[in-house]
């Protein structure tokens, strides 16, 4: 893991001290709610419905047992007892107060944690694949470069007050865990030319009112100049970009409206013009931050653990766990544990501060002391040995973290909706929960197999509705909640954005639709084939029908 220098240590303890003044001034009345909103936003503070809300960062997801203790510490002294994980491996905080607001950046920056940039229009926290330096797919750990333009990132003085908000996602092999093409710029290592390691880039991915898919812009760029074209990129569109409207200020309408082409050579001339030996990241900095990202000192185990395999002969639970849960390792003996933040009618994402010291112990014992955050709202042991497996998921039992559910029907990605934020129209836990508990039964999520639903409680799409294989988007119909159900989209390598099935429907008939939708698929599947596969080879009308012949039966 990367460890702050003496830089970071100084711009995190100024800005720090910085908004401590900000806060002190908003209290005493010498600053209004409306001179105080670009300052608070800068420090990773909303205003929303009940309170203000705190996000933190936890670049690309990386994070130690020390950090999480110190998580849930804040949860306990200046909150409710919890934190709610998002699909950018932040992490947020829905009830501080105001005055607390420092005090807790203080505490964070003592673990090397901290707010900027986690909100306003800047360039946001960096995500990566949960698996990086893991997985047996990947080219390269991504890591070391999504920390290089973190580094390169804060507080730019050319990028600081960009048109919207930006976000940029790395990943090291063909297998997209990290939905780059919803991103405004999405990276995926590849090898050039010359046989050396090279970014393909994407641009204008994006979803909120207007999504978007993101598009290849360049297939090869050297590693020694990402930062210079990731420049003349920003520098295209905080141009170009649209400053007069909110809704088609994000790069994505301005790649749209001129074509990938145009807006390539747009890019292409800010690239020629730049001092590339500028911003060419020297050798010797790039190997010294790859160097945090070694990897741990793996023992020299066989593949096949006898424990393990005990376990799963000994406990069905156990090995149902297994299935879900475990993900196979580049090191033989090893594996990575996905621990859920999904039980049966709990809030997606959600933790407590008792679970976050859980997990931090598990971290320090049995993974190296690290932990990730994943996209899909949940965590991450990265670093397990087939041996501990078992103890590690008799822990999480004791401590309500053991759900067997990682990429099935239950393991929803939801925003808080309605029953926080200011935007939204509708609520989407209630109906989360709802569908947990309608489709519990992990005899039937296993007879499915994958499937990825999302929620999202307005058209901002913090629950990246719009790429689920199932969306939820929740609208409002004459002051009353109502969803709309899309089919089709996904997140991955071959990302799509789902179709829209028809009318919108009450929140009580969303989850039975979407158990017919399930049920649906059942029926009609190929041997083999998963759910995102059926619908991209009958289209959305199968289930369409299964979800409104209920309703339209009624209506005759």
Same mark, same amino acid.
């Given at each position: 893991?990367?460890?702050?220098?003496e830089?970071?240590?100084?711009?995190v303890?100024?800005?720090?001290?910085?908004?401590?003044?900000?806060?002190?001034?908003?209290?005493?009345?010498?600053l209004?709610?409306?001179?105080?909103?670009?300052?608070?936003?800068?420090?990773g503070?909303y205003?929303?419905?009940?309170?203000?809300?705190?996000?933190v960062?936890?670049?690309?997801?990386?994070?130690?047992?020390?950090?999480?203790?110190?998580?849930?510490h804040?949860?306990?002294?200046?909150?409710?007892?919890?934190?709610?994980?998002?699909?950018?491996?932040?992490?947020?905080y829905?009830? +501080?107060?105001?005055?607390?607001l420092?005090a807790?950046?203080?505490?964070?920056a003592?673990?090397?944690?901290?707010?900027?940039?986690?909100?306003?229009?800047?360039?946001?926290?960096?995500?990566?694949?949960?698996?990086?330096?893991?997985?047996?797919?990947?080219?390269?750990?991504?890591? +070391?470069?999504?920390?290089?333009?973190?580094q390169?990132?804060?507080?730019?003085?050319?990028?600081?007050?960009?048109?919207?908000?930006? $976000?940029?996602?790395?990943?090291?092999?063909?297998?997209?865990?990290?939905?780059i093409?919803?991103?405004?710029?999405?990276?995926?290592?590849? *090898?050039?030319?010359?046989?050396?390691?090279?970014?393909?880039?994407?641009?204008?991915?994006?979803?909120?009112?207007?999504?978007?898919?993101?598009?290849?812009?360049?297939?090869?760029v050297?590693?020694?100049?990402?930062?210079?074209y990731?420049?003349?990129?920003?520098?295209?569109?905080?141009?170009?970009?649209?400053? %007069?409207?909110?809704?088609k200020?994000r790069?994505?309408?301005?790649?749209?409206?001129?074509?990938?082409?145009?807006?390539?050579?747009?890019? %292409?001339?800010?690239?020629?013009?730049?001092?590339?030996?500028?911003?060419?990241?020297?050798?010797?900095?790039?190997?010294?931050i790859?160097?945090?990202?070694?990897?741990?000192?793996?023992?020299?185990?066989? *593949?096949?653990?006898?424990?393990?395999?005990?376990?799963?002969?000994?406990?069905?639970?156990?090995?149902?766990?297994?299935?879900?849960?475990?993900r196979?390792?580049?090191?033989?003996?090893?594996?990575?544990?996905?621990?859920?933040?999904?039980?049966?009618?709990?809030?997606?994402?959600?933790?407590?501060?008792?679970?976050?010291?859980?997990?931090?112990?598990l971290?320090e014992?049995?993974?190296?002391?690290e932990?990730?955050?994943?996209?899909?709202q949940?965590l991450?042991?990265?670093h397990?040995?087939?041996?501990?497996v078992?103890?590690?998921?008799?822990?999480?039992?004791?401590?309500?973290?053991?759900?067997?559910?990682?990429?099935?029907?239950?393991?929803?990605?939801?925003?808080?909706g309605?029953?926080y934020?200011?935007?939204?129209?509708?609520?989407s836990?209630?109906?989360?929960?709802?569908l947990?508990?309608?489709?519990a039964?992990?005899?039937?999520?296993?007879?499915?197999?994958?499937?990825?639903?999302?929620?999202?409680?307005?058209?901002?799409?913090?629950?990246?509705?719009?790429?689920?294989?199932?969306?939820?988007l929740?609208?409002?119909? $004459?002051?009353?909640?109502?969803?709309?159900i899309?089919?089709?989209?996904?997140?991955?390598e071959?990302a799509?954005?789902?179709?829209?099935?028809?009318?919108?429907?009450?929140?009580?008939?969303?989850?039975?639709?979407?158990?017919?939708?399930?049920?649906?698929?059942?029926?009609?599947?190929a041997?083999?084939?998963?759910?995102?596969?059926?619908?991209?080879?009958?289209?959305?009308? +199968?289930?369409?029908d299964?979800?409104?012949?209920t309703?339209?039966?009624?209506?005759?």
């Open positions: 893991m990367y460890r702050y220098d830089f970071d240590h100084a711009v303890r100024e800005r720090v001290e910085e908004f401590a003044d900000q806060v002190a001034r908003r209290a005493s009345g010498a209004t709610e409306d001179e105080f909103k670009p300052l608070r936003l800068m420090n503070v205003l929303q419905l009940h309170a203000y809300m705190l996000r960062a936890i670049p690309y997801g990386t994070f130690n047992s020390r950090q999480m203790r110190r998580l849930a804040i949860a306990r002294t200046y909150d409710k007892g919890y934190g709610h994980f998002t699909t950018r491996t932040n992490i947020q829905n009830w +501080p107060a105001l005055t607390d420092p807790i950046l203080s505490d964070l003592e673990v090397e944690m901290h707010a900027i940039q986690t909100s306003g229009n800047c360039i946001r926290n960096v995500t990566t694949d949960v698996f990086a330096g893991a997985a047996e797919d990947e080219i390269e750990d991504p890591r +070391p470069w999504c920390e290089i333009i973190r390169w990132s804060t507080i730019h003085p050319e990028f600081s007050f960009l048109p919207r908000k930006f $976000k940029i996602a790395v990943i090291g092999a063909e297998k997209d865990r990290a939905a093409r919803t991103h405004d710029v999405g990276l995926q290592i590849v *090898k050039g030319d010359d046989g050396g390691t090279a970014f393909r880039v994407f641009v204008g991915g994006g979803q909120g009112r207007l999504p978007h898919i993101g598009q290849e812009i360049a297939s090869a050297p590693t020694a100049d990402l930062l210079a990731l420049t003349a990129i920003l520098r295209a569109w905080n141009l170009l970009g649209r400053r %007069d409207n909110i809704h200020a790069i994505k309408i301005l790649v749209a409206s001129l074509g990938i082409d145009a807006f390539r050579e747009e890019v %292409d001339r800010h690239y020629a013009t730049l001092r590339r030996e500028d911003l060419r990241i020297p050798e010797d900095e790039a190997e010294r790859k160097a945090y990202f070694a990897p741990p000192p793996f023992e020299d185990l066989p *593949k096949v653990s006898a424990p393990f395999d005990r376990a799963l002969l000994a406990d069905p639970d156990f090995a149902r766990f297994a299935r879900n849960n475990v196979r390792h580049r090191q033989a003996g090893y594996a990575s544990v996905v621990v859920s933040l999904k039980p049966v009618g709990g809030v997606p994402g959600d933790i407590t501060a008792d679970q976050m010291e859980a997990v931090a112990d971290a014992r049995y993974s190296f002391d932990l990730r955050a994943a996209y899909e949940n991450v042991l990265p397990v040995r087939l041996d501990d078992p103890a590690v998921w008799r822990a999480l039992r004791q401590a309500g973290l053991a759900t067997a559910n990682a990429d099935l029907a239950t393991d929803v990605i939801a925003c808080p309605l029953d934020c200011s935007l939204a129209n509708a609520r836990i209630p109906v989360a929960q709802a947990s508990k309608r489709l039964d992990l005899d039937y999520q296993e007879k499915l197999g994958p499937v990825r639903i999302n929620m999202s409680g307005c058209i901002n799409a913090c629950g990246h509705h719009h790429v689920g294989h199932i969306g939820v929740g609208v409002d119909r $004459k002051g009353e909640e109502y969803y709309q899309t089919v089709g989209g996904s997140p991955d071959q799509a954005l789902g179709d829209i099935v028809g009318k919108s429907l009450p929140s009580e008939e969303v989850a039975p639709a979407i158990q017919r939708t399930l049920d649906r698929y059942l029926q009609i599947r041997e083999g084939e998963r759910f995102i596969d059926t619908v991209r080879r009958v289209g959305p009308e +199968p289930f369409r299964a979800i409104y012949e309703l339209d039966a009624a209506n005759a």
